[in-house]
């Protein structure tokens, strides 16, 4: 069986270039809320159940996607943060962060 | 009027914490740029239906009850990267247990600076904030966030009155985040004038039915130490609250008095893929003066152990043993059935549930439970008013379904 493309980060402005595994955990949980100048990061992500976040999840980030929900759904209803923005597919994860000052998401490759 | 000066009060340290905000942020950015503007709009409606075989749960459930509904919607606006305002409304009917209908449920703002390469957050939120205790306090009315239609009631009271004073407070609270590696460290301390005067929350603390009077006194003061390895894959916490507040009595028949109670709760959870293993353990110390010639000293606890199993990306299943003893000096209820004339099984209940849920389309769950019950320590005495004439059975069944919907 031919290999599955790793999930590798995508952002604008070159901001994901050299991102620790715990900083990008940090952006992902929405706990890092800026870049180092000052833009705002704004998140992307796939589904709960898309392949490619469950991977993304698991071998970037370390963590199950259900970790993720969890932290969201915490931060929404307590009020205590804003959560990342869902798209659809790969395609339209490319569009919104290019267009987006600050996106970042994964694609895969 | 004490209602009045809370609220003003509380207005008061959420205006300070905006004007101590913008005057950090003067430095930094000198106007504001709509484009870093962020906000969100979130919401959940949660039904639920609840059937006892005796005694009586949200309502009146012996017949089926639908008195179960919980419904929020929430805003979030960040002005800058550091701060966020947010305020939720909430429509809660829980059969007797609460009565209140709509309410603000949160209305805070959040500022927070992150130092040593982003390792180190330290933040404060004032306004009416969520009290952070516990693994499940902050959200708990949100069906999504909680592992079952109903919490262990050991810890996490619902249908008794201190709920109230339990769900989120006016004032506000420090907190700080630490990252190292795989381990990240969390503080929050909190200082803040409770909603102890709304729900019946007056009467359970000083033991008085329907207590004519008000509560004052100091803030409560709340800490939560919280560990975490690989984002929450293994978690551990202690949270304690410290409350002690002055019951001033309106009617010369009954006396004013004082309550003092300290509630430490300790927390420990692991997930992995498919399942998660739960456990809490907490006790309250309560010592009320005044009330009685002799002031009244007590010790309850609580505790549970859950496992949690997640069969399918949309099915899950929770297992789970949940104690309370009103005093754990006298588990049995014995003595304080002798002292009060009430019956033993007013004074604990062990829990024995199993549930499913099923998140049939995006956003949609319904949940589904059966709980066994030995025991009516945490029965609603609104809904269950033979209970206070001794009234009540120790062994009875309940059976929940919860439909919900989030945005």
């Known amino acids: 069986m031919a290999a599955e493309p790793s999930p590798k980060i995508y952002a604008a402005d070159g ?34 159940k898309h392949p490619l976040h469950n991977r993304f999840s698991k071998e970037v980030l370390g963590v199950y996607p259900f970790q993720l929900r969890a932290a969201w759904d915490r931060l929404v209803f307590s009020g205590t943060g804003l959560i990342p923005h869902v798209v659809e597919t790969v395609g339209e994860m490319r569009e919104r962060v290019r267009a987006t000052p600050g996106g970042i998401g994964y694609v895969d490759k | ?61 012996r017949r089926g009850s639908l008195d179960f509904t919980e419904l929020g919607v929430n805003g979030s606006v960040r002005l800058l990267p550091n701060l966020l305002f947010s305020a939720q409304g909430l429509y809660r009917n829980a059969g007797g247990s609460d009565r209140e209908d709509f309410r603000l449920d949160f209305a805070q703002v959040d500022y927070n600076v992150t130092l040593f390469d982003s390792s180190l957050t330290l933040g404060v939120r004032a306004g009416r904030v969520k009290i952070p205790f516990g693994l499940y306090n902050d959200t708990r009315d949100v069906v999504w966030t909680r592992p079952s239609v109903i919490l262990p009631q050991s810890i996490y009271f619902d249908t008794l009155a201190l709920r109230q004073a339990m769900i989120a407070a006016d004032g506000g609270l420090l907190y ?55 984002g929450g894959r293994a978690r551990a916490m202690f949270s304690v609250v410290d409350l002690e507040r002055d019951f001033r009595s309106n009617m010369s028949a009954i006396p004013s008095g004082s309550v003092r109670a300290l509630y430490p709760l300790f927390s420990l959870q692991y997930n992995e893929e498919r399942w998660s293993l739960t456990a809490e353990y907490g006790w309250i110390d309560t010592r009320r003066s005044g009330f009685t010639p002799v002031p009244l000293e007590n010790t309850s606890e609580g505790f549970y152990v859950q496992g949690e ?63 066994n019950v030995d025991g009516t320590a945490w029965l609603s005495p609104r809904d269950n008013s033979d209970l206070l004439q001794g009234g009540g059975d120790p062994h009875w069944d309940l059976f929940s379904l919860m439909l919900s919907f989030r945005f």
């Open chain 2, 309 to 371: 199993y997640r069969l399918t990306e949309d099915w899950s299943a929770v297992l789970r043993y949940d104690v309370f003893h009103a005093d754990r000096d006298d588990r049995s209820g014995r003595s304080l059935a002798e002292q009060t004339g009430q019956a033993r099984h007013r004074f604990y209940a062990r829990d024995l549930a199993v549930g499913v849920r099923w998140e049939f389309v995006r956003n949609w769950l319904i949940a589904a439970e059966y709980h």
């Open chain 1, 15 to 48: 901001h994901a270039d050299s991102l620790s595994p715990e900083t990008l955990r940090e952006i992902f949980f929405m706990r890092l809320t800026s870049w180092p100048d000052g833009t705002p990061i704004r998140v992307f992500v796939l589904p709960d």
């Open chain 2, 176 to 230: 700080s985040r630490y990252n190292w590696g795989d381990h990240r460290f969390n503080l929050e301390f909190m200082v803040a004038d409770p909603q102890d005067d709304t729900g019946d929350a007056t009467d359970f603390l000083t033991g008085i039915p329907d207590a004519p009077g008000t509560m004052e006194g100091r803030p409560l003061f709340l800490g939560r130490a919280v560990y975490e390895w690989m």
């Open chain 2, 1 to 61: 009027m004490a209602s009045a000066m809370r609220i003003i009060s509380s207005r008061t340290i959420a205006r300070q914490a905006i004007i101590a905000a913008c005057f950090l942020l003067s430095g930094g950015a000198s106007a504001l740029d709509f484009s870093t503007i962020d906000w969100q709009l979130h919401g959940f409606a949660s039904q639920g239906f609840t059937y006892t075989t005796s005694n009586q749960v949200f309502g009146a459930s």
